[in-house]
């Protein structure tokens, strides 16, 4: 099934930073209600582009509440090998990065520790291996 607003999502991504305001605009588009697949791509990407931290953790935030609503058969339309427990390991690790950086340790805590229990959905390849590295890195720095 082609899926017109995750490829626009991808374009947007694709031009960077240059492609914030194209997402926002979809995010406008999409609106709080929209297909949950949308907005957990959707916020997900736009948090890796706040410079601010405080509206990095609220789309990091928008994109795990999206995730909570999201199918397996939806995200099984876009791509056949989708799970979304595969999702909540990167979601989880976004929210607990972010948590540290503004120095709220018990939060980044429970979200590392939800990130650590559901690892074991990640599949085995490069995605996977980063996701696991990056979670056993804020683990480390955590630990300092």
């Known amino acids: 099934?082609?899926?017109?607003?995750?490829?626009?999502?991808?374009?947007?991504?694709?031009?960077?930073?240059?492609?914030?305001?194209?997402?926002?605009?979809?995010?406008?588009?999409?609106?709080?209600?929209?297909?949950?697949?949308?907005?957990?791509?959707?916020?997900?990407?736009?948090?890796d582009l706040q410079d601010d931290a405080e509206a990095e953790l609220l789309w990091d935030e928008r994109a795990l509440a999206a995730v909570a609503e999201l199918t397996d058969a939806r995200a099984q339309q876009y791509h056949a090998a989708l799970q979304v427990r595969a999702f909540l390991p990167s979601l989880h690790l976004n929210l607990a990065d972010v948590h540290h950086r503004l120095e709220h340790p018990?939060?980044?805590?429970?979200?590392?520790?939800?990130?650590?229990?559901?690892?074991?959905?990640?599949?085995?390849?490069?995605?996977?291996?980063?996701?696991?590295?990056?979670?056993s890195n804020l683990e480390a720095r955590l630990l300092r």
């Open 1 to 47: 099934m082609t899926d017109d607003m995750m490829a626009r999502i991808g374009a947007a991504v694709q031009q960077g930073r240059d492609g914030r305001p194209v997402l926002t605009a979809l995010w406008d588009e999409i609106g709080p209600a929209g297909d949950p697949l949308h907005r957990c791509s959707l916020a997900h990407y736009l948090a």
């Open 106 to 135: 018990e939060r980044a805590r429970e979200h590392l520790a939800a990130a650590r229990a559901a690892a074991h959905h990640l599949p085995d390849d490069g995605y996977g291996e980063m996701i696991r590295g990056g979670i």
